[in-house]
């Protein structure tokens, strides 16, 4: 087989950044993280809405494009939204967010921008979400990309089988479902389940990492500082590649990498490390089909 597509994640080239810490900013400049990555010989490049921000202020979309057009990485993913659906204070800023993330996407054609649902656990109206995520893969098709929804466990939709029930629901060309490993096995999916339920029509992006088979006491740590490159955890990664094969998916794949561990590596070292790994997980995914 050809080899795997892969898109280095935001935070897989982000060192010492992680989601949610109020300053999500990378200390790696955006060129030397996009140049390093083509040099490494990846197919694509995660952002998110903090380092583009950053970058606005000393470069412009040209900039940006014409590096990651320099690099051959030819996958862009943009994140991260949430609050799509609030209102009052949330929304303004959720809002905000929105605009120049769909103003970037004009800008720089980014194959999807990744979402997720609500973390705090309270209600919300089943109709209201529908009805709020259709408008946002609306915008996003007027925009020229799409919208992936992550379904955390720590979210409402808690599931992989959740968020698709939802994305069948909102039936819109333009939403569709970003599977991480990590939703599957925390979500508590076994993978050879997901053809059951799975649209391939809405499976957009798909999410390589490892971890340790025990569920953790506390899931945000555990996906924040705890994941593992592909092969070190107990998870079949290589499995789930066939299982997501067989859905008729293949590619360009995303490698999340978030933990402590990956945080303390050099730029070109942990793209390196994360590349190498996740090709050795694709070459046992090709020797299990072969027997």
């Known amino acids: 087989m050809p080899e795997p597509e892969l898109i280095a994640s935001c935070w897989t080239t982000a060192g010492d950044a992680a989601p949610q810490r109020g ?11 996009i140049r390093a990555a083509g040099a490494a010989g990846w197919s694509g490049f995660g952002l998110v809405h903090a380092d583009l921000k950053a970058a ?61 649902g609500d973390f705090s656990g309270g209600f919300v109206d089943d109709e209201l979400l529908v009805r709020e995520f259709r408008q946002l893969a609306e915008e ?31 039936a819109h060309p333009a939403a569709g479902l970003c599977i991480d490993i990590w939703h599957v096995y925390r979500g508590g999916t076994p993978i050879e389940e997901l053809p059951a339920f799975v649209d391939p029509a ?7 990492n490892d971890a340790r088979a025990a569920q953790p006491a506390d899931l945000w740590i555990d996906t924040v500082d705890e994941r593992m490159l592909p ?22 794949w995303g490698v ?24 050795g997980e694709f070459a046992r995914a090709e020797e299990a089909l072969r027997g």
């Open 202 to 208: 809405t499976l957009f992006a798909v999410e390589l």
């Open 231 to 252: 092969g070190e955890g107990e998870w079949d990664v290589a499995g789930f590649i066939n299982v997501i094969r067989g859905l008729g998916f293949d590619g360009p």
């Open 140 to 170: 996003a098709a007027d925009a020229g990309t799409r919208m992936a929804l992550e379904a955390l466990p720590m979210t409402n939709f808690a599931t992989i089988e959740a968020g698709q029930r939802f994305l069948s629901e909102v």
């Open 23 to 33: 300053d999500e900013t990378s200390p790696f400049a955006l060129l030397d993280r």
């Open 256 to 279: 999340e990498i978030l933990s402590a561990a990956h945080r303390a590596r050099g730029l070109e070292e942990a793209l390196d490390a994360a590349r190498s790994a996740t090709l």
């Open 56 to 116: 606005l202020t000393t470069l412009d979309y040209a900039d940006i494009k014409g590096a990651l057009d320099d690099a051959g990485l030819r996958h862009l993913e943009l994140e991260f939204l949430g609050d799509w659906w609030t209102e009052g204070d949330r929304r303004s800023v959720s809002d905000e967010m929105r605009g120049e993330l769909f103003e970037a996407a004009r800008a720089l054609s980014p194959i999807h921008i990744k979402c997720a």
